[in-house]
């Protein structure tokens, strides 16, 4: 990358930034091209020269937004925490995802909201997909899910408790919805039967898969 790419490169990272903010705190309508523009440090021609108009801002903030969220989470599921304790910070941090988008959306201008949703539906089929393979294989690697389990019913089962997650972090005090995680995550592991962590560990060393 040249001198000009990485200019511009750092422009957009800095415009996105702005744009996120703003957009988050007061909705697409009360933010202005002029307002994102001084916040980011650049002119507002910037903004219409890299984006064209304020809807396509709009749209590629979130796309980038999401980008980074999913970052974050290659990185937790990449860290040097146990299978469970990645399981429980990339919960938590999609639990607030799904708050910020849910209360995000509603705000979006009206004639990209159809384009928006199918973004992200299609989003969600190819960079989401890949991420819970990945996730589902070294659950399967360090013994904490089942061999026999496909990739499609994982999947399901992830998003549901994710987005279940999601309605109780908005309706209860987050704090609480925090220290109640580890329950959420032995129910995520190891069902109603209630096998446990430790037994599931001991069968996995014995090389039982479950």
Same mark, same amino acid.
């Given at each position: 990358m040249d001198g000009f790419e990485r200019r511009k490169q750092k422009k957009m990272e800095q415009i996105y930034n702005a744009a996120c903010e703003l957009f988050f705190k007061h909705g697409f309508q009360r933010v202005s091209v002029n307002e994102i523009a001084h916040k980011a440090k650049v002119s507002p021609a910037t903004i219409y020269n890299y984006f064209g108009t304020k809807e396509q801002l709009y749209t590629d903030s979130l796309m980038n937004w999401m980008d980074k969220q999913l970052a974050v989470c290659e990185d937790i599921l990449d860290s040097e925490l146990s299978f469970p304790e990645k399981t429980k910070e990339i919960m938590l941090l999609e639990a607030k995802n799904i708050k910020i988008v849910a209360d995000e959306l509603p705000k979006a201008?009206?004639?990209?909201?159809?384009?928006?949703? *199918?973004? @992200? +539906?299609? =989003?969600?089929?190819?960079?989401?997909? *890949?991420?819970?393979?990945?996730?589902?294989? #070294?659950?399967? *690697? /360090?013994? =904490?899910?089942?061999?026999? *389990?496909? +990739? /499609? @019913?994982?999947?399901? =089962?992830?998003?549901?408790?994710?987005?279940?997650?999601?309605?109780?972090? +908005?309706?209860?005090?987050?704090?609480?919805?925090?220290?109640?995680?580890?329950? #959420?995550? /032995?129910?995520?592991? =190891?069902g109603l039967a209630g096998r446990g962590q430790q037994q599931a560990q001991d069968e996995s060393q014995n090389g039982s898969a479950f």
């Open positions: 201008p009206s004639s990209e909201l159809s384009g928006l949703m *199918q973004m @992200m +539906e299609n =989003y969600s089929e190819q960079k989401v997909a *890949q991420f819970v393979r990945k996730f589902v294989a #070294l659950g399967k *690697q /360090e013994g =904490y899910i089942r061999i026999d *389990q496909t +990739e /499609e @019913m994982m999947m399901r =089962y992830f998003t549901m408790f994710k987005n279940e997650l999601g309605r109780h972090w +908005e309706a209860s005090n987050q704090e609480r919805t925090t220290l109640s995680m580890d329950q #959420l995550i /032995e129910l995520f592991f =190891y």
